[in-house]
């Protein structure tokens, strides 16, 4: 082979990341997820926790500077989180209602050119994509009930982006890919201020197909559900709990977890736990009337264990830690 054929050999190799490439199953990582962050001093402790966590790379579950004003000078939100955070960390956006068109406070798309993909991404990077990570996982990234350039994503059954969503679960189970996790901003199921805004339809796909763990934020609170097999957004429905987690263990493929954390940095909202959704989450909850503390979700995956655990960044006490695992995962965690 010539020089110029061994060249062009290596170039072509240098555009895949190790996230891309096969990797053995023996292989681990951790990885980061929250939303609502702002730049407040809560924020800035978030940061800080973030840049030691020993993390792979973050998921900003959306609502990110809230700056009014702020359309044209994303920049300087993503200058503030980059003083934080080394040059080559992944912090991986998603748009958020604070990003959507004709918001004040800026535009995803353009907060995506300061603070751009860095996984190899695939789809449309903060609003509607998804990555493969060490062959371990898949990760799916989508904004229901947003409209971003003009185009509404609602995930209605049959519209393109349902098909979309579904295409990449399937290809996920059908390439032996572990895990599948799936994050959006807005979520349905919450005892935070904000009622449900997402379609029923999405609930039931992501339940129907077992997605392992669906993260969330929007609500400023932290909350983790029960493991589901089924779920209404009106009415509590005991049969749809698999598993209540009050162990903090859950067996995988029996039903999904649903983590709603928006308590990066944004001033948090209250718990209603007269809510009749209430009851398809574990008790263990922060949020402005109830142990309000401040930090990130940081999670460790392996082929046979996924495994959460809160980060306190400032604020109060509050902590949680789950796992969801295999029968022949070899033990504690």
Request: contains cysteine; charged residues 20%.
């Amino acid at each position: 082979m010539c020089l110029r054929h061994v060249a062009a050999a290596w170039f072509l190799l240098s555009l895949f990341s190790a996230s891309a490439l096969p990797q053995p199953r023996s292989a681990t990582f951790s990885f980061a997820a929250a939303g609502d962050h702002a730049q407040t001093d809560a924020t800035v402790a978030s940061l800080n926790k973030l840049a030691t966590s020993g993390t792979a790379f973050y998921l900003a579950l959306g609502d990110l500077s809230y700056a009014r004003g702020s359309v044209g000078k994303e920049s300087d939100w993503c200058d503030f989180v980059k003083s934080k955070l080394a040059s080559t960390y992944p912090f991986e956006l998603l748009a958020g209602n604070h990003e959507r068109d004709g918001s004040r406070q800026g535009r995803i798309l353009n907060f995506a050119k300061c603070l751009p993909d860095k996984l190899n991404a695939t789809g449309l990077y903060g609003v509607e994509y998804y990555f493969d990570y060490l062959g371990l996982a898949r990760f799916i990234l989508i904004s229901p009930d947003l409209k971003i350039a003009g185009v509404s994503y609602d995930y209605l059954a049959g519209d393109p982006h349902y098909k979309w969503l579904s295409n990449r679960i399937d290809g996920a189970r059908a390439a032996g890919i572990p895990w599948v996790i799936v994050g959006a901003h807005k979520m349905c199921l919450s005892v935070g201020d904000e009622p449900c805004e997402i379609s029923s339809d999405l609930i039931d796909l992501l339940i129907e197909k077992k997605v392992d763990l669906v993260l969330h934020a929007h609500d400023h609170v932290y909350e983790r559900s029960k493991q589901l097999t089924c779920a209404s957004a009106h009415v509590f429905i005991a049969d749809c709990v698999v598993d209540d987690g009050s162990d903090n263990e859950y067996a995988k493929g029996a039903g999904t977890v649903i983590v709603v954390d928006g308590t990066f940095g944004r001033a948090q909202d209250d718990i209603n736990l007269g809510d009749p959704q209430a009851a398809y989450f574990v008790s263990n909850f922060t949020g402005r009337n109830m142990n309000l503390t401040y930090g990130f979700m940081r999670y460790t995956v392996t082929p046979t264990r996924l495994t959460g655990q809160f980060v306190r960044s400032a604020g109060g006490t509050f902590s949680d830690k789950f796992k969801i695992s295999t029968p022949d995962d070899p033990g504690d965690y």
